[in-house]
Nanobody, 127 residues
C-alpha cells in the first residue's frame, strides 16, 4: 500500500487544522492506521491510531481531548482533526499502516508496530 499525507500548513495557536492520508494499492480496510509526528531533534511520537472498522481509537497523552482520528474506508482515507493547536504540536506528521497480526490485534503506540509509512506533511503552529 502507498500512503500520501496532505493538508499540513501554518496555523496560529488555538486554531484547528485537519490532515488526511490517502491510501492506494490496496483497500484501506485491510489495515490498522496510525498517525505519528516528529519534531526537529526529537524522536517520532505516537499521536493516534484507529482500528479497521473505526470502532476503537487510541491517542497519545499530549493530544488526547484535542485531536480526533477517523477513517473513511470507502474513500481509502484516514483523517486527523487537530483542535486547540499549540506551538509544541509543530512537527512533520506521518500516517502509517499496520497489517493486523490477529483478529483481535490492538492499536500499537510504537512506530515499530507499523508496516507502511507515508512521506509526512509539515504542521507548524505559531504562537
Amino acid at each position: 500500500v502507498q500512503l500520501q499525507a496532505s493538508g499540513g500548513g501554518l496555523v496560529q495557536a488555538g486554531n484547528s487544522l485537519s490532515v488526511s492520508c490517502a491510501a492506494s494499492g490496496r483497500t484501506l480496510s485491510t489495515y490498522i492506521m496510525g498517525w505519528f509526528r516528529q519534531a526537529p531533534g526529537k524522536e517520532r511520537e505516537f499521536v493516534a491510531a484507529i482500528s479497521r472498522n473505526a470502532g476503537t481509537t487510541s491517542y497519545g497523552d499530549s493530544v488526547k481531548g484535542r485531536f480526533i482520528i477517523s477513517r473513511d474506508n470507502g474513500k481509502n482515507t484516514v483523517y486527523l482533526q487537530m483542535h486547540m493547536l499549540k506551538p509544541e504540536d509543530t512537527a512533520v506528521y506521518y500516517c502509517a499502516a499496520r497489517i493486523p497480526r490477529t483478529v483481535l490485534d490492538g492499536l500499537p503506540r510504537s512506530s515499530v508496530g507499523y508496516d507502511y509509512w507515508g512521506q509526512g506533511t509539515q504542521v507548524t503552529v505559531s504562537s
